[in-house]
Nanobody, 126 residues
């Protein structure tokens, strides 16, 4: 599985961006796909994910209410709509995928994801 992320950029606080991640290769509708981010000097952290088995969505507390994850199965693409962006959202956002459907208590763990795309940089200015 190959993942191609796009959509990052520079935006003012309060603005919006939409990230896209297109999967190719041995994809399937049951692929769990999501987003992680890493800010300078910080560890990678979970943002949001759609589980492949049941299409349930999971969000980090920092993302809930501002970000929306969705997917287009026909295009093998997952989107992250980010609204009301804050300077604290500045990071490199990476798309991740796995053929398994982790349980809720583990789905936020980056080490469970086998496939990773290149990052796309998001910068939010104050």
């Amino acid at each position: 599985v190959q993942l191609q992320a796009s959509g990052g950029g520079l935006v003012q606080a309060g603005g919006s961006l939409r990230l896209s991640c297109a999967a190719s290769g041995r994809t399937g509708s049951r692929l769990t796909m999501g987003w992680f981010r890493q800010a300078p000097g910080k560890e990678r952290e979970f943002v949001a994910v759609i589980r492949g088995s049941d299409r349930n969505s999971f969000y980090a507390n920092s993302a809930r209410g501002r970000f929306t994850i969705s997917r287009d199965n026909a295009k093998n693409t997952v989107y992250l709509q980010m609204n009301r962006l804050e300077p604290g959202d500045t990071a490199v956002y990476s798309c991740a995928a796995d053929t398994t459907s982790p349980i809720a208590s583990q789905i936020r763990l980056p080490n469970l994801y086998e496939y990773w795309g290149q990052g796309t940089e998001v910068t939010v200015s104050s």
